[in-house]
């Protein structure tokens, strides 16, 4: 499957903005979606991940409360609303496929090649 992020930006702290990430092919309810972020000079961090229906979604504690996961599986598409967004989410966002869902990216075997989301204080 391939993956394609978009919807970053730039905006104030305390706005929100919604991610959205297509997957090319008929196979993408079959795979479990991942949401993580790369700040500068920091590794990777798990964001948010979903299971196959919908019906089961996991969250980083930093983000618990202000970000939602969700997906369409009928549009191929998931996506990441961001609520309350401080300065500190500024990173760059990258989504992900696998099998698991899991806050771990080495279980996510397809990824995305990220949308920038920059929050101003």
């Known amino acids: 499957v391939q993956l394609q992020a978009s919807g970053g930006g730039l905006v104030q702290a305390g706005g929100s903005l919604k991610l959205s990430c297509a997957a090319s092919g008929r196979t993408f309810r079959s795979y479990v979606m991942g949401w993580f972020r790369q700040a500068p000079g920091k590794e990777r961090e798990f964001v948010a991940a979903?299971?196959?229906?919908?019906?089961?979604?996991i969250y980083a504690d930093s983000v618990k409360g202000r970000f939602t996961i969700s997906r369409d599986n009928a549009k191929n598409t998931a996506y990441l609303r961001m609520n309350s967004l401080k300065p500190e989410d500024t990173a760059v966002y990258f989504c992900a496929a696998g099998s698991v869902v899991a806050d771990t990216a080495r279980a996510y075997d397809y990824w995305g090649q990220g949308t920038l989301v920059t929050v101003s204080s």
């Open positions: 979903i299971n196959r229906s919908g019906g089961y979604t």
